[in-house]
């Protein structure tokens, strides 16, 4: 049997690069490709400075775009991250979180990403009132499995009814 694996990295893994300024976006996607690897996973809040208005610009995103061909990168992951208590007194309502994982997923495609990474946490009502749109903008989502979850832990058996 024969597989044509490839790698990619999460640009998680320059975070304290990036925060004491030895790399911007562009380091990290440097560096990523001195790797070999031709994927990239991309935590847009914290890699991108003013989240998440710079995406919205078309001279980001051409930047982007070259940037990745620069370096031969191609985006494999877009991670996602729910705040869904950003308020001090109120948790965000089933459709404001709904709102924020459909912007997210209109972001991922923007950027080329053809899968969402969203956290274990996320509720399961959130992500189903999200798929339609998901299949229209052509992003997959994927859960998490984050410790101390496991596939074998018990949470996942609502989701795999």
Not at 92 to 101: A, D, F, I, T, Y
Not at 125 to 152: C, Q, R, T, W
Request: net charge negative; proline share 4%.
């Amino acid at each position: 049997m024969s597989h044509d694996n490839k790698r990619s990295i999460s640009l998680y893994s320059y975070q304290d690069e990036y925060y004491d300024g030895k790399l911007d976006l562009e380091g990290c996607l440097r560096e990523t490709a001195k790797t070999g690897a031709t994927g990239v996973e991309l935590l847009a809040e914290q890699m991108i400075k003013k989240f998440p208005n710079p995406i919205e610009d078309e001279a980001f995103r051409a930047n982007w775009f070259a940037m990745l061909d620069k370096y031969n990168l191609v985006p494999s992951c877009y991670d996602a991250f729910l705040e869904n208590r950003i308020f001090s007194n109120r948790t965000l309502s089933l459709g404001e979180q709904v709102n924020m994982m459909k912007r997210d997923i209109r972001l991922a495609h923007l950027l080329g990403f053809p899968v969402l990474r969203t956290l274990v946490s996320t509720p399961m009502d959130v992500i189903e009132g999200s798929l339609d749109y998901a299949e229209e903008m052509n992003v997959k989502i994927g859960l998490e499995v984050h410790a101390p979850f496991s596939l074998n832990s018990g949470w996942q058996m609502d989701i795999w009814k």
